[in-house]
């Protein structure tokens, strides 16, 4: 079935990966309220906006009424 059409309505979950950092098991374990975590990404790298674990575009993040958006700069194809 090639007809996309009745999926058009259900609902997907999308996530936004901004960084990443790797820690020893002994800093989870300090982790406590007001740690701050160094990502490895410079501020200006683009943001990966990932569907079911694959990443389906990058962006900028911007701010929407009060709220993070993510402004696309780049789709990538999708992966069967």
């Given amino acids: 079935m090639s007809d996309f059409s009745i999926f058009q309505h259900v609902d ?43 990443i389906i575009a990058h962006g900028q993040l911007v701010a929407v009424d009060g709220h993070y958006g993510i402004q696309l700069t780049e789709i990538q194809p999708l992966q069967p």
Avoid: H, R, Y
């Fill in 12 to 54: 997907v979950d999308l996530s936004v990966v901004i960084g990443d950092v790797t820690v020893t098991a002994e800093q989870v374990l300090k982790l406590q309220a007001g740690t701050t975590l160094q990502l490895n990404q410079p501020v200006d790298t683009p943001v990966m906006l990932k569907f079911n674990g694959q």
